[in-house]
């Protein structure tokens, strides 16, 4: 037992697992020990900082105090009367206590109601004007569904296979003509469809010219949208007149080029040939198609990075909603890099911040102004304001205020608001930093605090809010440690409570310090820390006691907490079980339970942590089962993140952490937030998807949130017809600065109206509807099997595209085709890919449970970009690029299909999801390029698994790692840890590299070429 270097005693390890003594280790010195508050009764007084009333609120009602930015001035009203946590959840939330809600569809109209509203057989579900049934998400498996009515000889969906179960070998009569009867197998021959030969546009649809005849090395030339072109008339589509400016008409198909897109899926009578160009298929190698040409018909919207709605045209009326099958809502990244420079930011001064008097609406481009300027109408409820005096302009004969152009309010989508001091219930906090530490065994043993101490030593200087910055340290193996930084001392001392049953701090002050003034406390401690428990071979972790006190330290001032945790929580309160992963729980009832917290613990923490303004992020190093899905809740509902580093192990994921880590400190913060999206007449959001605790019906409590954080919503139609020709949204943030500063930042948008289907299709935004339908897909998993989840993804990829098709099909005799909208291309291999992805893919033996619940985690909050690239990663060939000039490399870099036959045997190779590289080397790569990259031969059989990449003294290894820089730069939010597998190195290979070439056919699972011959099958029935 080495003795704590600054002299404090250390429990020896008799305390250990001698919970229920009061205090068991004292420190000389230390003040004198308060008597120990219940962890209830400290949570209560909040006397300094309070809002009014919250005093008087009974201390088990946890949201009772939560009057935060909530009810602020400005905000449309107080929020509504309060009640404990969990006695009455918000009611469409997923952050209600207990099970998450069975459908976050659940709330969507009745009339999109379960499959038992499925029209009368008779009628078929898409031949008539009669919304087909909506909503099958989250409901139980969808086996009948409503494709079931249909006659089974038109009706392959019923019986069509899941795209992870290898298909029944079914052995119906194929019929000669494509929709009926085809074969439900996806891994026999396509049916043999129309006999005629493909319509002569489908050459300009199979991909380019390519001097590569193994593989198209780029993405296949599919000609852009005409985006000018003006909405077909609903009825009399082939009415050709409609198109002015498509010229004269040359042919059925070819007009309609701008509209939709198809696949030939036809062969020739007798072939076996799939007649499927599989070089044509679309890909997304250029990533995320950020919708800015919406930009160009609202140029006061603000940039589609902080706001973008699945489709850019609102639908009219109720049965356009269930008959667009995708679903209705927006991704909102309120924090975005700004993609034009900085935020304006605008004082108001004595005119307050202008806002609309009935709905709160902040002044925007979109407000008109009358009566010669006194007056302004709010857009989004109509509302004529009265102009403040001192706010009044003049305006133009076309009712501009004259001085629109030099107001950023008044013309640009995104502007910050400065807010007076109506608009805080206490003095802006200072950002403050807390840290929770595992020191047991693993920790130590892994490397793990060398790197955590070392990293916050190299932050301090770059912690946002200087000089008001607080810091501050729990440690905690069987017992928990605290530190007093108290800036008189040299060192910091440690006080040991080892009383889990009854947590309490053993000094009042000091434990959360100004980080300027105790500067040299904390260095200190952080120099020490690693050598403080070198020796400590205790295995418990007293992770929920560690709360507790953590809690009560932070709950006066709200802020950061990061907690490190190397083990599963063993002592105490909200100790976990090794429940691990139940390989007879899959595929029933059960299944869902794995992943979803067992003890309420964590999510009644989450809520007092949320309610104190205190975001929690959890960093996870355990090599065994450490229950991310109960670990991650934390995170979850205060608005933080979960890293996981399974196995960690210093010298391999040390950089990693040491990266990600420094983002999580350095990164722009907005504390004590709250966000809340109003909308015009007529819609409403009626679902969040996200990391942020529901605080009354629409208004998102965030602790803390950042540019790395993006949420998603459902949008539904409150009225069966809308009458207005234009919806307005406005994003709205409240938030304290890391300056100190209120802030309300607000983003406003526009979107028409439409009544055109297929304008709705047009306007599609792929990367919005991945986004939401991934989340909602994340959420589905932790109230329903993966394989439920798995169809039921599968089936809104078949209701659309089928709604698409008969839009077009009848009139255009394009059966053998499977037809889709431009803007979706890219739909069905996203959906396959969420199937694919580590939160959905397989069961049981195909992703430890614990990675399943992180990259879940994940999924909830990466903005469109990086979540698109983490469910279809960058694949690039890297050799043939490095010993090009360096200026070159970036420009020659070409993404590649995520294919095995992209991948050459002599080339090496690598892939990006964003968390992770793999280097992938040939099994015939030149053993020169191996040996100058990896520093080390490959004759020597090195351990692939432990090569940790570094610069060497060549070119090649010069400009390999220059590629890693640019791509890690390119997104910051993210380390990627380097990985090297050679060819054939089982099993290895597989699980890094085969499980993420998603096209291809692997485990059970479908091919892209499988996949869109099923769809193709099942759109046609
Ligand atoms: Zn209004």
Redesign the pocket.
């Known amino acids: 037992m080495q003795p704590p270097p600054m002299g404090n005693e250390r429990p020896r390890p008799q305390h250990q697992g001698v919970p229920g003594r009061p205090v068991s280790a004292f420190v000389p010195g230390a003040a004198v020990a308060p008597a120990p508050p219940s962890f209830g009764a400290a949570a209560a007084p909040r006397a300094p900082f309070a809002p009014p009333g919250a005093a008087a609120s009974p201390a088990g009602a946890p949201f009772a105090a939560a009057a935060p930015p909530a009810a602020m001035a400005g905000y449309r009203g107080p929020p509504p009367p309060q009640r404990p946590f969990g006695a009455a959840p918000p009611p469409q939330g997923p952050f209600a206590a207990g099970a998450p809600p069975p459908s976050p569809f659940a709330s969507a109209p009745s009339s999109q109601g379960p499959f038992g509203t499925a029209p009368p057989p008779s009628q078929g579900p898409f031949t008539g004007v009669t919304p087909p049934p909506q909503g099958p998400f989250g409901t139980a498996a969808p086996p009948p569904g409503p494709f079931a009515t249909t006659p089974p000889s038109q009706g392959p969906f019923a019986s069509a296979p899941p795209p992870f179960r290898p298909p029944p070998s079914l052995t119906q009569p194929q019929s000669p003509t494509a929709g009926a009867m085809a074969p439900p197998a996806s891994y026999v021959r396509p049916p043999p469809v129309q006999s005629q030969p493909p319509p002569p546009v489908q050459g300009y649809y199979t991909g380019p010219p390519t001097a590569n005849p193994q593989f198209p090395m780029s993405r296949p030339a599919f000609q852009q949208p005409v985006q000018t072109m003006p909405p077909p008339p609903m009825a009399g589509f082939g009415n050709q007149a409609a198109y002015p400016t498509a010229g004269p008409p040359t042919g059925t198909l070819q007009s309609l080029v701008e509209d939709f897109q198809s696949l030939s899926v036809s062969s020739a009578p007798g072939s076996l040939d799939p007649g499927l160009d599989i070089k044509g298929l679309p890909r997304p190698l250029d990533g995320d198609e950020e919708p800015v040409k919406v930009l160009e018909s609202y140029p006061s919207n603000c940039h589609p990075r902080y706001f973008r709605l699945t489709t850019h045209a609102i639908p009219a009326s109720q049965s356009l909603v269930s008959r667009w099958h995708l679903p209705l809502g927006a991704v909102v990244h309120p924090l975005a890099e700004s993609p034009d420079g900085e935020v304006p930011v605008i004082n108001f001064g004595a005119a307050g911040v202008i806002r609309?008097r009935?709905?709160?609406?902040y002044i925007n481009p979109y407000a008109t102004f009358a009566d010669a300027g006194r007056k302004w109408r709010?857009n989004?409820?109509?509302?004529l304001n009265d102009v403040p005096g001192e706010y009044f302009c003049a305006i133009d004969p076309s009712g501009r205020r004259y001085d629109a152009d030099q107001r950023p309010e008044l013309s640009k989508g995104t502007v910050e608001f400065v807010a007076p001091t109506e608009y805080m219930v206490r003095p802006p906090m200072p950002p403050s930093y807390f840290f929770l530490i595992d020191v047991s065994v693993s920790a130590v043993r892994s490397g793990l605090l060398e790197v955590v101490a070392k990293t916050i030593k190299s932050c301090l200087d770059d912690l946002p809010g200087f000089p008001r910055t607080q810091i501050g340290f729990i440690t905690f193996d069987s017992t928990l440690h605290f530190h007093n930084f108290k800036s008189s001392l040299s060192q910091p001392q440690m006080m040991v409570v080892a009383d889990l049953d009854d947590v309490f701090l053993p000094l009042p002050d000091d434990l959360l310090v100004n980080l300027v003034d105790s500067r040299h406390v904390v260095e200190s401690f952080l120099d020490s820390l690693p050598n403080m428990f070198q020796d400590n071979v205790n295995v418990e972790s007293a992770l929920g006691p560690a709360l507790k006190a953590a809690f009560m330290v932070m709950s006066q001032i709200g802020g950061k907490l990061l907690v490190f945790q190397s083990t599963l929580p063993s002592l105490g309160n909200g100790r976990l079980r090794l429940r691990g992963d139940d390989v007879r729980a899959y595929g029933t009832d059960k299944e869902h339970t794995l992943r979803v917290p067992e003890d309420p613990f964590y999510k009644q923490m989450a809520a007092e942590f949320t309610k104190n303004q205190i975001a929690v992020d959890i960093f996870s190093f355990s090599d065994k089962y450490c229950d991310i899905a109960s670990l991650g809740s934390l995170g979850k509902y205060t608005g933080g993140q979960v890293y996981h580093y399974p196995s960690f192990q210093a010298v391999t994921h040390g950089d990693k952490l040491k990266h990600e880590l420094s983002r999580d400190l350095t990164r722009e913060t907005a504390w004590e937030s709250v966000m809340r999206i109003r909308c015009g007449k007529g819609v409403r959001f009626t679902t969040y998807h996200g990391h942020f605790m529901l605080r009354s019906t629409d208004l998102l409590a965030l602790p803390a949130v950042d540019s790395d954080k993006a949420f998603a919503m459902q949008l539904s139609l409150e009225e069966t017809l809308m009458t207005t020709q234009t919806v307005y949204f406005q994003v709205a943030l409240l938030y304290t600065s890391s300056s100190g500063e209120r802030r309300i930042r607000v983003h406003t948008a526009a979107a028409p109206v439409v009544t055109d289907l297929s304008e709705m299709y047009r306007q599609a935004d792929t990367g919005a509807i991945v986004s939401l339908l991934s989340r909602i897909a994340v959420e589905n998993s932790l109230s329903d099997k993966l394989d439920s989840v798995r169809q039921q993804l599968q089936l809104k990829l078949v209701r659309s595209l089928k709604e698409y098709r008969n839009l077009y099909v009848v009139q255009h005799r394009i059966g053998g085709r499977l037809i889709y909208p431009e803007s979706l291309r890219f739909l069905p291999l996203y959906i396959l890919c969420m199937c694919k992805s580590l939160a959905l893919r397989g069961g049981y033996a195909d992703v430890s449970l614990d990675e399943r619940c992180a990259a879940g985690f994940s999924m909830m909050i990466l903005p469109v970009k990086s979540l698109l690239n983490f469910i279809y990663p960058s694949l690039y060939r890297v050799d043939e690029v490095l010993a090009m000039e360096p200026d070159r490399i970036d420009g020659s870099l070409k993404r590649l299909p995520l294919t095995m036959q992209c991948l050459d045997t002599g080339g090496l190779y690598l892939l990006d999801d964003g968390f992770t590289f793999l280097v992938w080397l040939g099994r015939m790569l030149s053993p020169e390029l191996v040996n100058s990259i990896l520093g080390v031969s490959l004759a020597n059989f090195p351990d692939l698994s432990k090569i940790h990449l570094r610069e060497c003294d060549n070119e090649y290894s010069r400009n390999f790692m220059k590629i890693l820089r640019t791509l890690r730069e390119e997104d910051a939010s993210y380390h990627q840890l380097c990985r090297v597998v050679r060819q054939g190195e089982q099993p290895r290979e597989g699980f890094l590299l085969l499980s993420n070439l998603v096209e291809d056919q692997m485990a059970g699972t479908s091919s892209y070429m499988d996949w869109i011959l099923q769809i193709h099958r099942q759109t046609q029935s």
């Open positions: 609309c009935r709905c709160r609406t709010c989004l409820c109509t509302l």
